[in-house]
């Protein structure tokens, strides 16, 4: 209306440290090379379209989705785990109805993926993914094996450290997030240059920590990691992932 001053407030969120943001390229991924933009990435203004939506059908999503130890009429191979946590916005407040979808090598650290044929077992019973959406306190947890690690020829001797792959919107398109969970106390950590691509402050948040209060006897280990959209304290994610499977 003419003269009349508009009462909308829309939200603002934190912006991640420049310090702690990782990098698009870097030096040592070599891939990241080929793909990085050649400019410095502009954040863009939280303007309507940015803090609303997305709108997730919860009816999309089934209990059976958080399991993936149980596919295709049979039971998968390897050491049970259970991945737990819960989403957080930048003031640290619960997001809840949040889409998480994960992607993971099986046991023998192998996908279920045309491009990956490295000589490893397949699975019958693991195809690898999994969806969930938190509750009203942001929680969410899956049912897995832990996945192995792999050769990825990035340079000499190259492997993978054991990982999970993290897909999630929270309440709004700027709280997209893509990002890899690690396992506490890799060995291969010193010499994978995707997780030393993370600044040093920051790659403890991608490391989940070992609960043993949370482990079912006789069944199952459990791993907590709860995941940061924005701010200060954000989950380190992949600024130019393309969802690939390394």
């Known amino acids: 209306m003419t003269g009349t001053t508009s009462r909308l407030v829309l939200p603002r969120y934190l912006q991640e440290q420049d310090g702690q943001r990782t990098p698009v390229a870097f030096d040592g991924y070599r891939s990241t090379g080929l793909r990085a933009p050649l400019r410095t990435p502009v954040d863009l203004p939280h303007r309507l379209t940015e803090i609303t939506g997305p709108v997730l059908g919860e009816d999309r999503v089934t209990a059976g989705d958080a399991d993936l130890t149980l596919r295709a009429g049979g039971e ?9 946590g819960r989403v957080l916005d930048s003031g640290g407040r619960p997001v809840p109805g949040a889409l998480l979808e994960i992607w993971q090598a099986n046991a023998a650290g192998r996908y279920r993926h045309v491009v990956d044929n490295w000589p490893a077992p397949l699975d019958p019973h693991f195809d690898g993914l999994g969806r969930v959406v938190t509750d009203s306190l942001g929680r969410y947890e899956f049912t897995t094996v832990k996945p192995g690690a ?10 993978r450290p054991a990982h999970i792959h993290f897909s999630l919107f929270g309440q709004a398109f700027t709280q997209r997030l893509v990002t890899q969970m690690y396992f506490p106390d890799d060995p291969l950590f010193g010499q994978d240059p995707i997780f030393n691509a993370i600044p040093p402050a920051a790659r403890h948040r991608a490391v989940a920590g070992f609960d043993l209060g949370r482990t079912q006897p006789d069944w199952a280990l459990a791993f907590e990691w709860d995941i940061v959209l924005r701010g200060t304290e954000q989950t380190p994610f992949e600024t130019d992932d393309d969802g690939d499977v390394a």
């Open 76 to 84: 998968a191979q390897g050491q049970r785990i259970i991945v737990f």
């Open 150 to 159: 792999y050769p990825w020829g990035n340079h000499h001797n190259a492997w």
